[in-house]
Structures are given as structure tokens and as C-alpha cells.
């Protein structure tokens, strides 16, 4: 069973570059979240969704978009990099509101 | 909006004694509260949650959970404490209204020594 895919595990940007990062879940579930981990921040809720075509924002969602076109796929984008958003993203599935989350494995990013 | 809160950054407990790691909430309806872990470089690995019943839940690796209402907290607890135990732990609420949102609290970094 894959779980939680995310892609890639490592990226370095530039200032001022775009990109996106890739999450797909294989369970059929409704809930996905894009968290950010920092050092004694713990995880920030970034964006979010409770199924196909319907998102929302979380705690910090300047600087990110998201879309969910498929149950599976939840692919949070960078518009244009800064360096304060260099973190390691976790995107996570759950089936339901009462269910625990399933976490990919991260994606650490540095933006130079 | 909801939130958590974990008062402690670090809790440091010797091998073999009973360790506690402190979780309050704020929510607006009732909550749906989790415990996790993290290992280091790894993702969040559940360990037990509380919808509605017992106050006190029971989760993996002999950890357990109680849930006060009045006092908003929801701790993780575990009897007899093992090195192998040491990580990172967060507490996360989910309130009812805003149902799609999970909330962590900052993490509180365990420390068991032999």
C-alpha cells in the first residue's frame, strides 16, 4: 500500500521561483491538509479540503495555492519563493473528520 | 477558531518512571482530539484519539490519554516510560463546526534516560 505520496523529497529554489509540490493519497479519502513544519512552531495547517473541488485555507496560507480537481491528487504551489518559506511540507489524508491522518514522508524545501 | 496548546517544550523523565506531556485546547463545539508522534526525519505516526466516550483512551505502545472537559486538556500519558519512547510528541484538536481543519500544538520533545 502506497499511502501518502509526496514529490519530491528535496528541492532548493531561488527567490522569486514558482513550484509545485505533488501529494496523492491511494486510500479514497475525503480529507487532505498541506502542513508546514518549523523549528518551535510545530506544524502549521497551510491549506486544506474535504473533497473533489472544495478547499480552504488554514493557519498560513499567504504565498501558497491549492486545487483538488481528484480525490486523489492535492498539489500545493509556491507562486514565487521566498526565503521564509523555506520548511519541510507534510501533506496528509484522512477518511473522515473522526479518522486519524495518514502523513506522507515530507518534502523539504530551501528557498536561497 | 480552534487551538492547542502544549506548555512544555521539553519534558525529560528517567527509564521505567511514569511520564506525562500536557495538551490544552480552545475549540468552539465539542472536539475531536489526537495524539502523535514524530520520529527524527520521519512523518507523524498516530497514537490515539478522543471523539466522545471514556475520558480515558488507550492508544499504541501502551500510551494512554485523559480527557477533561472542564479543565480543556487532553494528556498523554504512559506508566512506565522507555528510552525507546523519546520523540517528538503533538497534541492536535479538531472542532465539529470547522471540520476539515486540524490544529497542532507546538510539540513537546520527550527525553527518556537510562
Known amino acids: 500500500n502506497a499511502g501518502v505520496t509526496q514529490t519530491p523529497k528535496f528541492q532548493v529554489l531561488k527567490t522569486g521561483q514558482s513550484m509545485t509540490l505533488q501529494c496523492a493519497q491511494d486510500?479514497?479519502?475525503?480529507?487532505m491538509s498541506w502542513y508546514r513544519q518549523d523549528p518551535g512552531m510545530g506544524l502549521r495547517l497551510i491549506h486544506y479540503?474535504?473533497?473533489?473541488?472544495?478547499?480552504d485555507q488554514g493557519e498560513v496560507p499567504n504565498g501558497y495555492n491549492v486545487s483538488r480537481s481528484t480525490t486523489e491528487d492535492f498539489p500545493l504551489r509556491l507562486l514565487s519563493a521566498a526565503p521564509s518559506q523555506t520548511s519541510v511540507y507534510f501533506c496528509a489524508s484522512s477518511y473522515s473528520r473522526t479518522s486519524q491522518l495518514f502523513f506522507g514522508e515530507g518534502s523539504r524545501l530551501t528557498v536561497l | 477558531a480552534q487551538s492547542v496548546a502544549q506548555p512544555e517544550d521539553q519534558v525529560n523523565v528517567a527509564e521505567g518512571n511514569p511520564l506525562t506531556v500536557k495538551c490544552t485546547y480552545s475549540v468552539s463545539g465539542n472536539p475531536y482530539l489526537f495524539w502523535y508522534v514524530q520520529y527524527p526525519n520521519r512523518g507523524l505516526q498516530f497514537l490515539l484519539k478522543y471523539i466522545t466516550g471514556d475520558n480515558l483512551v488507550k492508544g499504541s505502545y501502551g500510551f494512554e490519554a485523559e480527557f477533561n472537559k472542564s479543565q480543556t486538556s487532553f494528556h498523554l500519558k504512559k506508566p512506565s516510560a522507555l528510552v525507546s519512547d523519546s520523540a517528538l510528541y503533538f497534541c492536535?484538536?479538531?472542532?465539529?463546526?470547522?471540520?476539515?481543519?486540524?490544529?497542532f500544538g507546538q510539540g513537546t520533545t520527550l527525553q527518556v534516560k537510562p
Open positions: 492536535a484538536v479538531r472542532d465539529m463546526i470547522e471540520e476539515g481543519k486540524l490544529i
Open positions: 479540503s474535504v473533497g473533489a473541488g472544495i478547499t
Open positions: 486510500m479514497n479519502h475525503e480529507y
